[in-house]
């Protein structure tokens, strides 16, 4: 991938970009999600073309796109399934062990959090079924709540590692110089 298709990538960040680097079926569930953006802050020391720019995904290519115009500076180019698949064959083990650590512990949270029921009665509507947790204690929402966002925060700091971009540690960069 080029390097401005990283830099999308990095800009949309989250479990789905994660999840996608994991296995061709999360690129597949990511190319089919419909998700887009009309902006928001680039990650720090990206290119000025993203300053202002969004995404889309559809049809199974995932495009930048911009409010209001596309920057004069701003590159054109699409990113297709292949072109993720064939960046995270390349990846080392021990990257892949890591998104894979991070993807499983995102769904896990996801389970947990979905176990919470909030329904209010006293004999919840929900008992058949029975890994409901009715109603969560404050305790239980707080840890999970936590959990979250440790796992935002390991996202934020692993996929500028596996795209190779704004790292500093030495001979990161050669080894995804490789993939563009």
């Known amino acids: 991938m080029t390097e401005d298709q990283r830099w999308l990538l990095l800009h949309m960040g989250g479990w789905q970009i994660v999840s996608a680097f994991c296995s061709p079926e999360g690129t597949k569930s990511l190319m089919n999600c419909r998700w887009g953006s ?7 020391e990206a290119p000025t073309w993203l300053e202002g720019c969004g995404w889309e ?3 199974s290519t995932i ?3 911009w409010l209001g115009g596309k920057p004069a500076d701003a590159p054109t180019f699409t990113i297709k399934p292949a072109a993720i698949n064939r960046f995270a064959a390349e990846l080392p083990d021990g990257i892949k062990a890591e998104l894979l ?3 499983n512990a995102g769904t896990a ?3 947990m959090r979905y176990r919470f029921c909030r329904c209010g009665s006293k004999k ?3 008992g058949y079924l029975k890994d409901r947790i009715c109603p969560p204690t404050p305790e239980q929402e707080q ?6 966002w440790r796992i935002v925060e390991w996202q934020d700091r ?3 590692v596996v795209l190779g971009l704004g790292v500093d540690a030495p001979g990161q960069l050669q080894l995804f110089e490789a993939n563009a």
Not at 143 to 148: G, Q, V
């Open 57 to 59: 995904t559809e049809a």
């Open 109 to 111: 949270n996801a389970v």
């Open 38 to 44: 009309t902006g928001g802050n680039p990650p720090p």
């Open 124 to 126: 919840c509507g929900y």
């Open 158 to 160: 692993l996929l500028p």
């Open 101 to 103: 650590a991070c993807r």
């Open 63 to 65: 495009s930048p796109r």
């Open 143 to 148: 840890a999970a709540d936590e959990e979250y």
